[in-house]
C-alpha cells in the first residue's frame, strides 16, 4: 500500500521549465574550507567566468553570446587520491539548484574514483530556484556553464582531459543531452568535448530539435522511472528510437515502478505530491525557425500552453536508485577505460 504526503506549492509556471525534486541545499561558498580532508580527498571551491543569456528558459531560444552579460558562477572540485591523470564527471543540478541529491551523485562518483565539478548555476545569479516560476533563467546559461565547467576540468594537470563525462538531473538533464548538439557546442563551445553525457528523468525528451540526431560520437545514456508523472518516460522511449534509427550511441535504462527523482534519498519512502507543480506531460513542443512552438497555436510554447497540466508527484525508490548506481558505475568504466593496446 502507497501512502502519500501531498505539499501544495505556490507556482504560477514551474515545471514546464524542467523538473527536480526537493533539492535546496548549496554548495559552499568561495573561502569555504574545504581543502583537504583525512581521506586524502581534496575539495577546492572554485570561480567560473560564464554569461547570463537573456529570457526565460527558450524564449529566445538559444541567443548569440553577444546578447548576454558576464556572470560568475561557483563550483565544487572535487578529487580522490590519485597519482595519475584521472576521469571526471561535470554535474549539473535541477530547476530547484544545488543540494543533496546534486552533491550525493558527487561523492558516489568520488568513491569511485572520479573527479567531480559540481555547478551551482544559480547562487551566482541570485536565483534560488526555477520550478515556481518566481525567478527566470534562459537555459542557454545553464547550458554555457557546462561548457564553461568542462574548459576548467580539462585544464586542470591532474585529469584526463580525454576522459570527462558530463552528468544532469532533470532540468540538467535537459542540458546533458543538449550539450552534445553539434550547433549548441559551435555557438558556446570552445573545442573542447565531453566523453559521455548521463541524463537523470531529462526535461527535454517532450521537446524535439529541427537538428535533434546532429550531435557528436560520444555516447548518451537516460536513467529514467516508469511511474515519472512530472516527465514521463514516453516521449524519451520515443526519442531514444529515433536517435537509435539515425545511428547514434543513446540508450534508455528504465526502472520498473519509479518515480521523478527516485534517487533523490532526501524525499523519503513515501512519495511527494507537488500540487502546483506543473507538468509537461501531455506537450509535444517542436523547434521551428529559431522558437519552441506549440503547435497547438502556432506560437512560442510555454506555461500557458493548454497541454500544461498542475500535479506531480517525485519519491525516492532505494532499488531504483541502487541499481542506477551499478548502471553509471558499468557505463563510465567502459567509457573511461582506455583501449586495450
Known amino acids: 500500500m502507497r501512502f502519500w504526503r501531498s505539499v501544495a506549492v505556490v507556482a504560477t509556471t514551474a515545471m514546464v521549465v524542467g523538473a527536480c525534486g526537493v533539492d535546496d541545499e548549496v554548495a559552499p561558498v568561495p573561502g569555504s574550507d574545504v581543502s583537504g580532508s583525512s581521506s586524502g580527498v581534496v575539495r577546492e571551491v572554485i570561480e567560473i567566468e560564464t554569461l547570463t543569456f537573456p529570457g526565460h528558459i527558450w524564449d529566445p531560444f538559444m541567443p548569440a553570446r553577444s546578447e548576454a552579460t558576464p556572470a560568475t558562477v561557483t563550483a565544487v572540485f572535487t578529487l580522490p587520491p590519485s597519482t595519475s591523470e584521472i576521469p571526471a564527471v561535470v554535474i549539473t543540478h535541477g530547476c530547484a539548484g544545488l543540494g543533496e541529491l546534486t552533491n550525493a551523485w558527487g561523492r558516489r562518483l568520488v ?3 572520479y573527479a567531480t565539478l559540481v555547478i551551482d ?27 564553461r565547467g568542462l574548459d576548467v576540468v580539462a585544464a586542470d594537470p591532474r585529469v584526463d582531459e580525454s576522459r570527462v563525462a558530463l552528468l544532469g538531473l532533470s532540468f540538467g538533464g535537459r542540458t546533458a543531452l543538449w550539450a552534445n548538439q553539434t550547433r549548441f557546442k559551435g555557438l558556446y563551445g570552445s573545442g573542447n568535448e565531453f566523453a559521455a553525457y548521463l541524463a537523470f528523468y531529462p526535461a527535454s525528451c517532450y521537446l524535439r530539435l529541427e537538428d535533434e540526431a546532429e550531435v557528436g560520437g560520444a555516447p548518451m545514456r537516460i536513467f529514467h522511472g516508469t511511474a515519472d508523472d512530472w516527465l514521463p518516460i514516453e516521449p524519451c522511449r520515443e526519442y531514444v ?21 527516485f534517487d533523490d534519498v532526501t524525499l523519503g519512502a513515501v512519495p511527494y505530491a507537488f500540487l502546483n507543480y506543473l507538468s509537461p506531460r501531455n506537450c509535444e513542443f517542436f523547434e521551428q525557425d529559431g522558437r519552441m512552438i506549440d503547435p497547438d497555436t502556432g506560437d512560442v510554447a510555454g506555461v500557458g500552453s493548454t497541454c500544461v497540466e498542475a ?31
Open 311 to 341: 500535479g506531480v508527484t517525485a519519491g525516492y525508490d532505494a532499488e531504483a536508485t541502487a541499481q542506477a548506481t551499478v548502471d553509471v558505475t558499468t557505463f563510465l568504466e567502459a567509457v573511461f577505460t582506455p583501449d586495450s593496446p
Open 111 to 113: 568513491e569511485l574514483g
Open 241 to 261: 528510437d529515433r536517435m537509435q534509427a539515425a545511428g547514434r550511441d543513446v540508450a534508455l535504462f528504465e526502472y520498473d515502478g519509479a518515480l521523478h527523482a
Open 121 to 147: 548555476s544559480f547562487r551566482g545569479r541570485d536565483v534560488s530556484e526555477v520550478c515556481s516560476g518566481r525567478e527566470k533563467m534562459n537555459i542557454a546559461s545553464v547550458l554555457y556553464d557546462v561548457y
